[in-house]
């Protein structure tokens, strides 16, 4: 199946800092992302959509300005938490479909754990 | 957007038996919907899925029925074993841009 790369894996990092996480399709094109959050034994949220070359497409009660996304180009998108605090310590997980279509298999990304101190 | 709802939250079963997840969603344009596994530490995987243009589909021992008039979709593991166990959630979708996940279930194989 299709790989998507997530990085860093793990980021410590103090409060009032900004943190950037990184996903890649590695063997296809993806224009389009989701980011997820997920707390301990919870499910996934989804946060955003993001969309190569346009603005991100943020659900309902998540900070846009909290949480920058770029999709500067067909293989990459970043999260960036911005001024983090401990509250946004948790789980973030990107993932992109294969196909260009409107159903198609989700691919994630290994996941980032976010300690913010 | 659309709101998917799973049951049970945890499941215990023991070896051999039958594990069934269920999952309602509230948008009836919703014409995709997957299952994934969730092993502990690990990403989810796509375990099996199923459109809207079908009532039921099975691999192994696994399958996956769905009734859109009463917009459920429901995961059954036959023969459950060990590596069964893990965190399953089932997704609704309807356009490229939308994918909702249900909350969860943490599915327990005791040997």
């Known amino acids: 199946g299709a790989v998507v790369s997530q990085h860093p894996s793990r980021v410590i990092c103090k409060s009032g800092t900004s943190v950037k996480i990184e996903c890649r399709s590695l063997d296809f094109q993806a224009t389009t992302m989701f980011w997820y959050r997920q707390f301990p034994k919870q499910s996934l949220m989804l946060m955003a959509t993001?969309?190569?070359?346009?603005?991100?497409?943020?659900e309902q009660g998540v900070e846009k300005d909290k949480f920058l996304i770029n999709h500067a180009s067909l293989t990459l998108s970043t999260l960036t938490v911005t001024s983090a605090h401990p509250e946004d310590s948790s789980f973030y997980i990107c993932s992109a479909r294969l196909t260009s279509g409107n159903t198609g298999e989700l691919f994630f990304g290994e996941g980032s754990r976010l300690t913010v101190l | 957007g659309e709101n998917v709802e799973q049951h049970p939250s945890t499941l215990s079963v023991q070896e051999g038996d039958s594990a069934v997840i269920k999952c309602t969603y509230s948008d009836s344009a919703s014409n995709y919907f997957p299952w994934y596994k969730q092993e502990l530490g690990k990403r989810p995987q796509l375990i099996i899925d199923?459109?809207?243009?079908?009532g039921e589909k099975k691999d192994q021992r696994i399958a996956v029925t769905l009734n859109k008039t009463a917009k459920h979709f429901s995961l059954h593991i036959t023969e459950t074993q060990p590596e069964d166990s893990a965190v399953y959630f089932c997704?609704?979708?309807?356009?490229?841009?939308?994918?909702?996940f249900g909350t969860g279930t943490s599915l327990t194989v005791i040997p």
């Open positions: 199923i459109r809207s243009n079908v």
């Open positions: 993001s969309n190569e070359g346009s603005k991100a497409t943020y």
């Open positions: 997704a609704a979708s309807k356009s490229r841009n939308q994918f909702y």
